[in-house]
Structure formats: C-alpha cells, structure tokens
C-alpha cells in the first residue's frame, strides 16, 4: 500500500476502522458524537479529527466516505467542519482540527471548516491524488508527485515545495512527512521533537503524522516509530505482519494482515480499546 490507511483512523481520543463489508467500529472518548457511526453503511474510506491543541477539550469529528462518492460526517461542529451533505464525486477524505478536506474525482479539493490560518485556502489545486490535515495547516500530493500546502507555516510545516515523487503524505501538528516512490521518508517543520527523524527509513510503504511523532511500515510488516513517546505512542517495535498505520494525538494504530488492529499509547479515554477488532481490509 503506497499511501495512509483509509480503514484505519486515530483522532486525539478516539479511534476508527472500516470493517469489510462497509460498517465503521468506533472506541474512544466520544462526548462530541464522533463516535456516531453506528448506522453509517457502505463506507469505503473513514478520517478523525485530530486535535493536537492540548489547550482545546479534545472535541473531535468522524468522517466517512460512502462508494457512491458522498460524504458522512459526525461529532463537534463547532467551524462547520462536519458541512460535508452536499458533497459528490468524493474520492477521498482528510479531517484536521476544525476542518474536512474532500478530494474530487476531477482532482480537485473542497475544504470546510476552519480557514483563519489559510489552510483552508486549496481552491486553486489541481490534479491531486492524497490529502492530509493538520492543525493549522493542509498539504495533498499531485499526480506529478509533487506536493502543495496551505495554511500556518511557523516552523517550515509548509516547506514542501522541493519535495518530489511522493506517493503519501501526511500533515501533524508542527510537521510534515512525505513517502517516495523508491520507499524513503522525507519531512520538514518542528525538529525538536524528533518527529521529523525520517531520514535513514528505508523500503517503507506506508506512513502517518501523528502530533508529534511519525509512524511508518515497512514492506515486511514492520513498523517504525520517531518522535515524543511520553505515552508509549512510538512503542512499535514488535508489531508484526502490519499493512497500515494510523497516528493520533497521542497513540497509534496498526492494520495486521489478518484483518486485526494493534495499539499503542495513550489509552485514557479507551481510544487503544480495539483488541476485539476483526474484518479490517485494505481497499
């Protein structure tokens, strides 16, 4: 898999999957009604809110994207973030703090939510293939393999546009990491957390931007970890067999081949609760 997961997302205090035959599992703290996904039903892709901010509640929102190409959302509204009905011809999704970003068939993006830091400004893209979200700022890959980024650039997060040959990206709070074609990991923005540290991966397949750490697999199954591991987020090391990965504020994910999910990190609000997880599939 050249690209993050789209069955498996982690927010700042929940998690989410996509099970095989459509339906969405949530666990995790979900007093904003992120975890409102009960009833959603032929669900190819799915996206969490991650609120960095340790300042904010840590009210979040749940996105999902359905076959025919329309958009679900639910959980805290508050920026308008969860104004995704009338959206069609949805081909992917991303969700950030405050704000959903949704790719068109046409490779085009949509963006609701909160804009004040500009990372909301993505009109003028064009012939996009990824997305991702971070806190105050957006970044996607073109079909060219290059990358363009919007919004707060206060520590070089927005620095992409050297980068080259990309097949993933993924935005954090602070930071942003790339994956190539050839399996190396580029990144730019906070050093001092060492979540940026990406440089001497090697064969990865798959990666995610957590707050402030980067998870990355490799294409024997392996799973790479950089960056704060204050709550045993970057605790991978023995994970096996794992085909994708998600990172949340302060915990991360991994997809087995066999359908089950691993989980390390913060597990406060039952966000790591996903041991009874089964029927999780790679598209």
Do not use: F, K
């Not at 206060?154 to 993933?168: I, M, N, P, S, T």
């Not at 798959?206 to 998870?215: E, F, I, K, M, R």
């Amino acid at each position: 898999m050249l690209a993050n997961s789209s069955v498996l997302a982690a927010g700042r205090r929940h998690s989410v999957a996509r099970r095989s035959d459509g339906s969405v599992l949530a666990v995790g703290r979900t007093t904003a009604g992120e975890g409102g996904v009960e009833r959603w039903e032929d669900v190819v892709a799915v996206a969490a809110g991650n609120v960095h901010t340790a300042s904010n509640t840590g009210r979040s929102h749940t996105v999902g994207l359905r076959s025919d190409g329309t958009v679900l959302a639910s959980g805290w509204n508050g920026d308008g973030q969860c104004e995704v009905g009338g959206w069609r011809d949805v081909t992917a999704v991303a969700a950030g703090w405050r704000r959903t970003l949704g790719l068109l068939a046409n490779g085009r993006v949509l963006a609701v939510g909160r804009g004040s830091e500009g990372q909301c400004e993505v009109q003028s893209w064009r012939e996009m293939v990824a997305l991702s979200c971070g806190d105050w700022h957006s970044v996607g890959v073109r079909s060219d393999g290059s990358a363009p980024a919007s919004g707060n650039n206060r520590r070089g997060q927005c620095d992409v546009d050297g980068w080259r040959d990309l097949v993933a990206i993924s935005a954090g709070c602070l930071h942003t990491v790339g994956l190539r074609a050839d399996g190396r990991a580029v990144a730019t923005g906070e050093r001092a957390t060492g979540a940026c540290e990406v440089g001497a991966w090697e064969d990865v397949v798959a990666l995610d931007a957590g707050s402030y750490h980067t998870v990355g697999v490799t294409a024997s199954g392996r799973v790479l970890a950089v960056g704060d591991n204050t709550h045993g987020q970057c605790d991978v090391g023995d994970w096996r067999d794992v085909v994708a990965v998600a990172a949340g504020s302060t915990h991360t994910l991994g997809l087995r081949g066999d359908g089950t999910v691993v989980a390390a990190g913060n597990n406060a609000d039952g966000q790591c609760e996903v041991g009874a997880w089964s029927g999780i599939q790679l598209p």
